[in-house]
């Protein structure tokens, strides 16, 4: 059983910083391509960065570039979305999502390429 669980969630104040992190299983981790999602309220569903596995490419959204930084160990199975400087827009809950595509530049926010999917975890920023 495939299995995605995202922690680390919690309300800071604007230009604070979290750490949101993604235990997988149940996948062969190195091998997927691991991404970030977002959905505030009243929202669709957006990218926010994804780690293609084969080109070791990152991927950002327009307004967390620079901010936000994704990584993760292949060996623990951790997925991670450093985020900094937060904003209010940065409100949103917060989802990992894993794939066995490799999506280029033009396509790896599309969520329907990703197969697995976390329950999420919240995250809001107060002004």
């Known amino acids: 059983e495939v299995q995605l669980v995202e922690s680390g969630g919690g309300s800071v104040q604007a230009g604070g910083s979290l750490r949101l992190r993604c235990a997988a299983s149940?996948?062969?981790?190195?091998?997927?391509?691991m991404a970030w999602f977002r959905q505030a309220p009243g929202k669709e569903r957006e990218g926010v960065s994804c780690f293609n596995w084969k080109s070791d490419t990152t991927y950002y959204a327009g307004s967390v570039q620079g901010r936000f930084t994704i990584s993760k160990d292949d060996a623990e199975k951790i997925l991670y979305l450093e985020m900094n400087s937060l904003k209010p827009e940065d409100t949103a809950m917060y989802y990992c999502?894993?794939?066995?595509?490799?999506?280029?530049?033009?396509?790896?926010?599309?969520?329907?390429?990703?197969?697995?999917w976390g329950q999420g975890t919240q995250v809001t920023v107060s002004s």
């Open positions: 999502a894993a794939t066995s595509e490799r999506p280029g530049a033009g396509t790896w926010d599309n969520e329907r390429i990703f197969r697995y």
């Open positions: 149940g996948i062969n981790f190195q091998y997927y391509t």
